[in-house]
């Protein structure tokens, strides 16, 4: 299992995902506001695993805290929950995890807990979405397996795997599962510009474990498809709302897009707490935009002229019409997603 996130004592460590392939190093952080730098920065990164490492953090941050009585260690609490919250728009498992941390301190509090054993509870909830979320995407693969054919050709976008969640992944675990079961021939990585995620993280992790990977542009997808080189895309998600839009890395709706004109089905994967259900459609999805830099610069070097202006948003929206079926750690939802996301 790669190690994306984990405790040493009160401390978290997480592997450097702006490092990797080149270098595989650890930051270790010991504070809310470090793991708030860490997710903004992108060493750790991926909807579920931003999720994990706000509980974590949010735990991390609390158990250090020097408040002396319970309505201090509320605010305090309040304050680091509003930090880690703060600290990227777009995947909803943040909000979701910040909610259950508060969920969970609130029943603490309603049981006249003190500070230490409310930090302890804290602590117990963020193991708990931990583990929840290796086993959520262990289902997932499980349940996704399913729809990939014998001797399967997959494209893929962005990375989903094992370091985009506490472990596994979504739309990787589902390979994984289909490779486990011998039917995955080969799977295309998307580079994913700019950060290149589907290049560095995803065609590290999946060739570590002996699974053919090809890493193309993005631009040439819609190559590949026309040519019948791909029986099915499988990505993850970083929200979903009720209706079955999927926002996701940006180029994920024009993967989509060119799948759908070829008959290539897409599916979705992703845990239920991507799922917003206060979210009607994609276009109440907050869409965050990054710096220019990660588009004028690579590896350090300006591929940008100086006054060329740069937009980059990071995320995109799939229409539900577009997508053959969501998996979760329930099974495969299909069209009509209104019912079928439902709890
Ligand atoms: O900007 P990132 O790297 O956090 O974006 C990640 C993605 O878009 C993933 O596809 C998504 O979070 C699903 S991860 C299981």
């Known amino acids: 299992m790669l190690p ?25 952080c010991r504070t809310a506001k470090d793991v708030a730098k860490a997710i903004t920065t992108m060493v750790i990164r991926g909807a579920p695993a931003i999720g994990v490492a706000a509980a974590m953090g949010i735990a991390a941050g609390m158990k250090r805290s020097k408040a002396t ?14 930090l880690l919250a703060a600290t990227r728009p777009t995947a909803v498992n943040l909000f979701w995890a910040t909610a259950r941390m508060k969920q969970a301190f609130g029943v603490g509090a309603l049981a006249g807990e003190s500070p230490a054993e409310l930090a302890d509870r804290l602590r117990r909830e963020a193991d708990a979405i931990h ?3 290796v086993s959520s995407c262990r289902a997932i693969g499980d349940a996704g397996a ?22 596994y992944g979504t ?16 799977v295309f990585a998307d580079e994913t510009r700019p ?24 631009s040439m997808a819609g190559l590949l498809l026309r040519d019948h080189r791909v029986d099915l895309v499988i990505v993850g998600a970083d929200r979903i709302a009720a209706n079955g839009d999927v926002a996701n890395k940006v180029g994920t709706y024009t993967l989509a897009m ?17 799922i917003d259900l206060s979210t009607p459609d994609g276009a109440g999805i907050p869409i965050e935009e990054r710096s220019a830099k990660e588009i004028t610069h690579v590896g350090g070097a300006q591929v940008v002229p100086d006054g060329a202006s740069v937009w980059n948003p990071a995320f ?21 997603y209104d019912a079928s996301l439902r709890p």
Not at 171 to 186: E, M, N, T, W, Y
């Open 4 to 28: 994306t996130i984990a405790w040493d004592l009160d401390d978290i460590v997480m592997i450097d995902q702006r490092k990797l392939p080149a270098q595989e190093i650890y930051v270790r």
């Open 69 to 82: 009585g319970t309505r201090q260690f509320t605010v305090e609490f309040n304050q680091t929950c509003d």
């Open 131 to 133: 583990d929840e979320d």
């Open 146 to 167: 399913g729809v990939v054919p014998q001797g399967a050709r997959i494209l893929t976008h962005c990375n989903a795997g094992a370091l985009a969640t506490a472990g």
């Open 171 to 186: 739309a990787l675990g589902v390979i994984r599962s289909a490779a486990a079961q011998g039917k995955v021939a080969q």
């Open 195 to 218: 950060f290149l995620q589907g290049a560095r993280l995803t065609a590290w992790e999946l060739t570590r474990e002996g699974i053919p990977t090809t890493v193309i542009t993005d």
């Open 258 to 274: 060119m799948a759908h004109a070829h008959g290539v089905p897409v599916y979705v994967a992703a845990p239920r707490s991507t």
């Open 316 to 336: 995109d929206v799939t229409p539900h019409r577009l997508i053959a079926g969501i998996v979760t750690e329930r099974g495969i939802a299909r069209a009509p």
